[in-house]
């Protein structure tokens, strides 16, 4: 498929160890007609001529009212086999400290999830992100081990 889709969307997959446990940012869309509606990664469509890197950290504040500064790891794009949407995703730890809050009427719920609930709750479409997550961070490595140390 081209990349003159009817639809792009670039967000984050912020990440963070707690006790072991990889836990990454959902979002879940606002509005009564999306209440059993699935969670997914604060996203959203470029401006023009915005790269698709500056939109994800834009939608991750616009959304959640988390600043991302450090580096982004691109994870990538999924096609929702239905919409045609084509969602570029981008990887980053999320900031110490880190309390996302819904700060747009977009969204009804900004929260860390623990990634084996987050895989059951997610747009079905955006699972695989999860799994290059996984791989990314390589499950379990040293970078948890460094958090259950320093914590």
Known sequence: MSETRAKLSSGTLLYRFVDGQVEVLLVHPA??????????IPKGAPDPDEELEATARRETREETGLEIDGPLVHLGHVDYT?????????AAKAPEGAAPRCASWEVDKAEFIEISRARRIIHPDQAALLDRLQRHIGANTDDASA???SA
């Open 31 to 40: 509005g009564n007609y999306n209440r059993r509606a699935p969670w997914g």
């Open 82 to 90: 239905r919409s045609k949407k084509r969602v570029h995703a981008f």
């Open 147 to 149: 958090e259950k140390t």
